[in-house]
């Protein structure tokens, strides 16, 4: 239990859903981030909030769409997805934005059909 | 710009035997580095951090990591494997910043098999 919690820990979504990733952390850290992980690839870094304002949007699609209501709570909005987005997504968060260690969520599994 | 480099994608070591993973780092500065552990289906666990200090760092796990600086490696060891530590391991860097975020980048991973 590393203190950064995800749901739902599996989906299955069409491409022409709308669905939303849920990210929790207990461990009053200030900066929060979304990852992708394909099978065979490294990880991606998709976005980076601190203290609830986004400072890294690596260059990913518009049909992601995230959001950092506060410091404890990250979520990402699907919507019109495609197969190759089906990953598992890694929720993480720092004490600061500035290269410390992040701590990491259980992913949550996706699958677009 | 820094950037992490693990040369192994497979490493296959019998239970009981040591496991060593490498990791090369590119870095202007000293940069933070760590090594995270992922089992199949989970988040990454963070098994130790080198921030400065120390070059030999203890994690958990009985997994420690040399800081090497002439090298520029940030090597994981563990004296004797077991078969849960079968997983997949990440080296990571942190870039020390003040003016922006701080840039962390993961190297591929190394996967590691443990055979009785």
């Known amino acids: 239990e590393t203190g950064v919690t995800q749901t739902p820990r599996h989906l299955v979504m069409g491409m022409t859903n709308k669905k939303s990733l849920k990210c929790e952390q207990h461990l009053g850290h200030n900066a929060m981030y979304w990852y992708k992980q394909s099978a065979k690839k490294p990880l991606e870094l998709m976005f980076v909030?601190?203290?609830?304002?986004?400072?890294e949007n690596n260059s990913v699609p518009s049909r992601f769409s995230p959001e950092c209501p506060n410091s404890s709570h990250l979520f990402l909005h699907l919507h019109t997805l495609q197969p190759e987005d089906s990953a598992l997504y890694l929720c993480a968060s720092s004490q600061d934005d500035k290269g410390g260690e992040q701590y990491f969520g259980p992913g949550t599994r996706l699958t677009v059909t | 710009a820094q950037s992490v480099t693990q040369p192994d994608i497979h490493i296959t070591v019998s239970e009981g035997a040591s496991l060593e993973l490498r990791c090369n780092y590119s870095?202007?500065?000293?940069?933070?580095l760590f090594w995270y552990v992922q089992s199949p289906g989970q988040g990454l666990q963070l098994l130790l951090k080198?921030?400065?200090?120390?070059?030999l760092v203890q994690g958990i796990k009985g997994f420690e990591a040399e800081f090497k600086r002439s090298q520029s490696t940030f090597n994981l060891r563990k004296p004797s494997v077991h078969w849960s530590d079968a997983a997949e391991y990440f080296c990571?860097?942190?870039?020390?910043?003040?003016?922006?975020?701080?840039?962390?980048?993961f190297g591929a991973g190394t996967q590691v098999v443990v055979t009785p």
């Open positions: 080198y921030f400065s200090g120390d070059t």
């Open positions: 990571a860097v942190g870039a020390l910043t003040t003016d922006s975020w701080g840039k962390f980048q």
């Open positions: 870095y202007g500065a000293t940069p933070y």
């Open positions: 909030y601190s203290l609830e304002e986004r400072v």
